[in-house]
């Protein structure tokens, strides 16, 4: 990948959309500094204590042999602070209060991704990285999921950058949208929802989803 | 280097085999041997699980101590045991405990060894989650550090249980043993009964394939309750 330029303001949320392999984790691991580019700079203007990150599995971010409700004490050690009663309203929204006593290997996939958006996104960061967030959800929870997300984004005038396939998400989450091609020398394209007309419709014709 | 054939005298049937093995479920027969050998090999055991865990985990904890000492454990781990057993003789005299610690010098080499390896192999992603939350002291180790060695670490337990027994049934053979499997083998070779070699070698086979299916259980029982995937079933070959 080459060409890469962005800026992405604290109350900005950015989608990267791209096929598979074309390096959409990668920009992720750029910012979260555990991969270096070859050439050129990336500022993170958040401390590492400000910066929450869900990976695409899932999975790597739970603690499965532990119960759902030892998750929020875990997260809870956030650095930069946790707020109980955001996991409690998601857990709520998300249809998830059943759960609190089950051990995590044995929720469907779904939950567990939940379970970690819920212990995320109650972490007090001001960037927040995510990789395919709602890959493993249904429709129903989804539409809660994000717009749990959005509210907590706006409630805390932080940022989110996330990895998806799919336009739903960026319709209702992204101001900024990140297409990436994974052809060498093709330069990614940024696209911000204030300057470009029927915006969702627009991402989908560029994207081809 | 030449075959050589061996005398028909060396072997027995399976029948005669069969009929010398009852003796070792009778008091006055053989079952005092396999309950010495087998109390042997779980002090040992025991001894291995208090030594090489604490080690294990103060090793692999510690980078300088990993860096620096990975000669000193490489070196520990390549000597022979059944080279110590003269040594163990001369510090231990000839009682019960050289023939345990014996066991436990391999035992918590094993043991020690399956933690570093543990922690060299968990999972980058994790770790890093772990960090970001900044998980410390005894949360990290009770909440996320032990479950996630717990399948590397059951590996090490069972090549330990493994290297004891066969510890101690080689110090039973060549430090002074009023009983044990390794003094019933040897008296038997020395008195030609062949049938009775062999069950002696088939009782000591048995002990250590029981000791690890009892461990592979537990294995299995504790790592479908830590991450609800088992691996314990089937009984390991040791590798050591």
């Known amino acids: ?209 | 280097m030449r075959w050589v054939q061996a005398s028909p005298a060396a072997f027995a049937t399976p029948s005669e085999i069969l009929i010398a093995l009852p003796w070792f479920v009778f008091p006055n027969g053989g079952l005092g041997d396999l309950a010495a050998t087998a109390h042997r090999t779980g002090w040992a055991f025991l001894l291995a699980l208090t030594i090489g865990s604490p080690f294990g985990f103060a090793v692999a904890k510690s980078r300088r101590f990993r860096v620096e000492g990975a000669f000193v454990l490489d070196f520990l781990r390549s000597i022979p045991a059944t080279a110590l057993v003269p040594l163990f003789l001369v510090i231990f005299g000839l009682d019960d405990f050289s023939k345990i610690a014996v066991g436990a010098f391999s035992g918590s080499l094993a043991i020690a060894i399956s933690i570093i390896i543990g922690f060299e192999s968990l999972n980058q992603e994790r770790m890093r989650t772990a960090d970001r939350i900044h998980l410390r002291g005894l949360q990290r180790v009770f909440y996320y550090e032990l479950p996630e060695l717990t399948p590397s670490f059951f590996v090490g337990l069972r090549a330990a249980a493994s290297l004891c027994l066969i510890l101690v049934i080689v110090a039973e053979m060549f430090i002074g043993s009023e009983d044990g499997l390794g003094k019933v083998i040897m008296d038997r070779r020395y008195s030609d009964n062949v049938p009775g070699l062999y069950a002696a070698i088939v009782i000591s086979g048995l002990l250590g394939y029981l000791i690890n299916l009892a461990l592979a259980a537990v294995a299995g029982r504790i790592s479908a309750r830590m991450s609800g995937a088992r691996f314990g079933g089937t009984v390991a070959t040791t590798g050591f």
């Not at chain 1, 080459?2 to 604290?10: E, G, K, P, R, Y």
């Open chain 1, 1 to 209: 990948m080459s060409h890469l330029s962005f800026d992405l303001m604290a109350g900005e949320n950015l989608a990267i959309l791209g096929p598979n392999g074309s390096g959409k984790t990668t920009i992720l691991n750029l910012i979260r500094g555990i991969k270096e580019p070859s050439r050129g700079t990336v500022r993170v203007q958040a401390s590492d204590e400000e910066v929450a990150h869900m990976p695409q599995d899932y999975r790597l971010a739970l603690f499965p042999w532990l119960t759902f409700g030892t998750h929020p004490i875990l997260y809870g050690n956030f650095p930069n602070g946790f707020d109980d009663e955001t996991f409690d309203e998601a857990v709520e929204a998300f249809g998830l209060a059943g759960l609190r006593n089950q051990p995590v290997y044995s929720l469907s996939g779904g939950e567990q991704q939940l379970l970690l958006l819920s212990s995320i996104m109650s972490c007090r960061a001001s960037l927040y990285l995510m990789d395919e967030p709602f890959s493993a959800v249904d429709i129903k929870r989804k539409g809660a999921a994000i717009e749990f997300v959005h509210d907590r984004i706006r409630d805390l005038s932080a940022s989110v950058i996330f990895v998806t396939h799919n336009i739903q998400d960026v319709g209702l989450l992204a101001s900024k949208v990140l297409i990436v091609s994974g052809v060498p020398d093709v330069v990614p394209q940024l696209y911000e929802r204030q300057n470009v007309e029927n915006f969702e419709e627009t991402i989908r014709d560029v994207a081809g989803i």
